[in-house]
């Protein structure tokens, strides 16, 4: 398997206009890859653990995560990610109302890559978004028996 196979974005936000916002930067920062939006952390889960498409088992992911979800905390989704599992190089971008210097610290030390507060700052987010970018097209999924 040659080809490069496109970034899953996995956006994990209740809120709709949040959503919608987040989703307008990252087409306004050049970024044309699907986006797999849920509202609750369990189908976010099941879609990237057991989805057919899913990049536990097809391909790489970044997720956006919400750290205030109706059925479970966005630290736990958090920390099954980033625990030993097929998705623990998978890049994660919290995106909270949270700015509790305890919680930021908690969600780097379980792997997040970037934690940005909303409201979103618009040039912060472009430019967290712009080094993702740089990732989502530099990104390779290692061949079997290619050389680490």
Known sequence: MTEHQPVNIVMIEDDEGHARLIEKNIRRAGISNDIHHFTDGTSALEFLYEHDN???LNGPALVLLDLNLPDMSGTDILAKIKGDGPL?????????????????ERC???????????????????????????????????????DQ
């Open 88 to 104: 623990k190089r998978t890049p994660v971008v919290v995106l909270t109302t949270t700015d509790d210097k305890v919680e930021i």
């Open 54 to 56: 899913g990049p536990a």
């Open 108 to 146: 780097y030390d379980l792997g997040c890559n970037v934690y940005i507060t909303k409201p979103v700052n618009y040039e912060n987010f472009a430019q967290a978004i712009r080094q993702l970018g740089l990732f989502l097209s530099v990104i390779q999924v290692p061949e079997v028996g290619e």
